[in-house]
């Protein structure tokens, strides 16, 4: 039986996830999807890529032999960074979504200048939920306003670290899979990565936006067992 390891998104829980673990079950395939520090797991204090790095270095030196690592969206990121970092825990990597390709659009530069606004001033607007719910849906990020201080912080760090310069240095096979109708990480990111990944493969999920593990899982759960 071959096992996955899973980096998961943004998100405060795993309930989504459940269909499509249930389906990579049904295709002998482990998963253990992992609780990632600041999103289904605590977090005690600020932390940098580098940090999530070592914290997923530490669980793979407890496996046996070279992982098959999936990351979505911002698990993506992550397993990017790692994957760079320790090509040699490394078998195959499976990106859903990604995220990584930093963007300085208009739209984009004003969600980090809000992300910034609120970390900073978050304390003071405590009384006034109201006014904060405004900031957070100026920012278009409805998750952002339920994080605490140390995962607000740990977001900006992420959501300013730009994954592109590494690209070209990921040696393990890899697989990228991407909603054509994705919002979030577009689809010129996806093409970009395959393009700047030499060994990858690139399969587009049609009709789908940002989470095809969730919408289209029977497809997406099928193109994994046949790479796998």
Known sequence: MK????????????????DFLKLLEKQKIEADILKIPGLTQSLDKVWEIKDYVDWLKNITDKEKGKIILLGHSNGGRIALAFAREFPQKIEKLILVDSA???????????KRIVFKAIAKIGKKLTSSEKMKNILYKAARESDYKDLDENTRQTMI????????PILPQIKAPTLI??????KITPLSDGILMNKLIENSEFKIIEDARHSPIFTNADEVAKIIYEYI
């Open 157 to 164: 760090n992420l959501i300013s670290t730009d994954i592109k």
């Open 177 to 182: 899979i991407w909603g054509r109708e994705d």
């Open 100 to 110: 990584g390709i930093y963007h300085n659009e208009l739209p984009i530069r004003i």
């Open 3 to 18: 096992k996955i390891i899973i980096l998961h998104g943004w998100g405060k829980t795993l309930d989504k996830w459940a």
